[in-house]
């Protein structure tokens, strides 16, 4: 058996020649498939690069990629990793501002953007990025350089591009990826071409997937968890479909019938949420039929049940949870979770329904995946994000943070060796920030980010994830942020999940005229009093939540409440909430 590659780009060149697909990747073009194959991407790949050179770039140079996930991204990132230039990946809903300091830091030569509205951020950034001399578009627009035209270029310069492609090493910078952080300016991850690799080839043991298998991308490339995954895909030979956008995933997924896709928590939440209102919907006994699933679903584990319950789990996959796997497609093997916590009784509910969910743990400064659940080989604990994978070690501090260390930790942060040193000590460990702890079996459980513990004014921590967690599991309950950072008691900002309570209210003959109205409504603020209460029955005394801010605006990445990821930004939801900070707390 030959050894590994070293080098990202050997994935696919392997895939050349050892099972060439003819979807490698694809994207929806005018409501239709367009496919690469192998072949076609690494032969696309390598005429971008002499185009590119053509421009002047060379190795260690920085171009940067601000996209949706399709076919075009793949290509360019190809090749940058063949000529050993460094890809720069920018979230397309970034700010004006961002965009600016990141390109600046980065010291951007060339851009690449999918479209006009991107472009205007582009332009509007340039001034302050001197050294960029080119914004190049993958959409044609008219009056603007396509990426195409960098396809005729630079074919004199093919032998140079072999000889810079074979001194490639896989200690080398592959990507800097700036971190959209909860607070502060980005901070730009140093990831090397063996730092992702190692992760894809110990990540690639917990997915059960074999070459001519199919997959949908729609969680960011940008990302490291999805873009990792990508080159997983690459390794293992399977067909990768990029996604239009969120509005058509249903659509796209029947089209393409995946075996395997990525998800975050939200998104699973909001599948569940759907199913769940068209069971509501439902009469007589398939109503009866479709609740009683959603018992045995909660009921689920992979082992230890009684001969009486597997009876049960087989008849419901068979008249109901059939069904749900339809609506995916039909085929799906697994689903990958990442990103923040998943809730146990999801994660139960859609393993039963043959759906199997794999939630894992990792950081973007680990490549990303640290540990991942696996439903094969008694490698799953609901509430938990399962074994660090191989070669990755795991140890907890005496304070209960999350140390890490293996190939796949970080060169460090561009151009900041005082935070690097803060996060990697001299003995190699990463210090993530998280708090959590192994059980017995070394399976991991997250309990909160060490950062976003908070004590009150009385002295006492208190972990907002863990009650937040448990909040977001009533059906009444789409958001909650817990405060009370210095302050005589906790509290907590909920954004309550609309579609389900304007259900509720239509059951209780409550008028919803609007949603500031509703949240005026007595009957409407005790039943979320009363999904607050039942979570503060399980807390102690001095972290139960002792006052409720009902809020009607939807929080959203481009609202400023979410990371790209997903992650609660904790500061800009406290200015911009304000009014409900006095609320809660008085003038103080």
């Known amino acids: 058996m030959r050894p590994d590659p070293s080098r990202i780009f050997d994935l696919l060149d392997r895939q050349l020649a050892d099972f060439p697909q003819e979807v490698c990747v694809a994207s929806k073009v005018d409501g239709k498939w367009h496919a690469y194959s192998t072949a076609e991407v690494i032969g696309t790949a390598e005429k971008l690069a ?111 591009l072999e000889l810079e492609k074979a001194t490639v090493k896989g200690s080398d910078l592959a990507t800097i990826i700036y971190t959209s952080g909860t607070t502060g300016k980005p901070k730009g991850v140093m990831l090397s071409h063996h730092n992702i690799l190692s992760n894809v080839i110990a990540s690639a043991e917990r997915l059960p997937v074999e070459v001519g298998t199919r997959c949908v991308s729609f969680l960011p490339l940008c990302h490291i968890y999805e873009r990792m995954l990508m080159y997983l895909y690459q390794r293992t030979g399977m067909g990768i479909h990029f996604l239009e956008n969120y509005e058509h995933i249903g659509e796209n997924i029947k089209d393409v019938r995946p075996h395997v896709f990525t998800a975050v928590p939200r998104l699973l939440e909001k599948i569940y949420d759907s199913i769940l209102a068209k069971g509501e919907a439902l009469t007589g006994i398939k109503r009866k039929l479709f609740f009683l699933s959603i018992e045995v679903g909660e009921e689920y584990d992979v082992h230890g049940k009684s001969l009486w319950y597997r009876w049960k789990l087989a008849l419901m996959r068979k008249l109901v949870f059939s069904k749900w796997r339809e609506a995916l497609g039909g085929e799906v093997l697994c689903v990958a979770s990442g990103s923040a916590a998943l809730l146990p009784r999801l994660a139960r509910i859609f393993n039963a329904a043959g759906i199997p969910v794999m939630e894992g743990y990792g950081l973007t400064e680990t490549s990303p995946v640290v540990s991942v659940n696996d439903a094969r080989n008694d490698g799953l604990r609901f509430g938990s994000v399962g074994r660090p994978i191989r070669d990755v070690q795991v140890r907890i501090a005496a304070d209960g943070e999350i140390l890490v260390k293996g190939p796949n930790v ?80 906790p509290a907590v900002m909920v954004l309550p999940s609309f579609a389900f309570l304007k259900d509720w209210c239509t059951l209780k003959d409550i008028p919803f005229t609007s949603r500031e109205e509703v949240l005026k409504d007595p009957r409407v603020v005790a039943r979320i009093q009363q999904e607050v209460d039942e979570v503060n029955v399980g807390l102690g005394h001095w972290e139960q939540v002792k006052k409720v801010a009902l809020l009607h605006e939807d929080w959203t990445v481009e609202g400023g409440e979410f990371t790209p990821s997903m992650k609660l930004r904790r500061k800009p939801i406290l200015a911009k909430y304000a009014s409900a900070m006095v609320w809660i707390y008085g003038e103080q």
Request: avoid cysteine; proline fraction near 5%.
């Open 50 to 160: 002499l185009g590119l050179k053509a421009l002047g770039i060379r190795p260690g140079d920085k171009v940067a990629i601000a996209s949706g996930n399709r076919s075009e991204w793949s290509i360019v990132d190809q090749a940058l990793l063949r000529m050993g230039a460094i890809n720069i990946p920018i979230y397309p809903t970034s700010s004006v501002e961002d965009y600016a300091y990141v390109l600046h830091h980065a010291d951007v030569r060339v851009f690449f953007v999918s479209n006009a509205e991107l472009h205007g951020k582009a332009e509007a950034a340039a001034p302050q990025v001197p050294g960029m001399k080119h914004i190049f578009t993958f959409d044609r627009l008219d009056g603007l350089p396509h990426w195409s035209m960098l396809l005729n270029e630079g074919e004199e310069k093919r032998a140079e």
């Open 410 to 489: 970080m060169m460090g942060y561009y151009k900041e060796p005082g935070l690097t040193s803060e996060v990697l000590d001299p003995d190699g460990w990463f210090h993530t920030g998280d708090i959590g702890e192994l059980d017995s079996d070394n399976f991991l459980k997250i309990t909160d980010r060490k950062k976003e513990m908070f004590k009150t004014s009385g002295g006492k921590y208190v972990a907002p994830q863990v009650i937040e967690n448990k909040l977001r599991a009533s059906r009444f309950i789409e958001q909650a942020m817990v405060v009370g950072e210095n302050r005589k008691f």
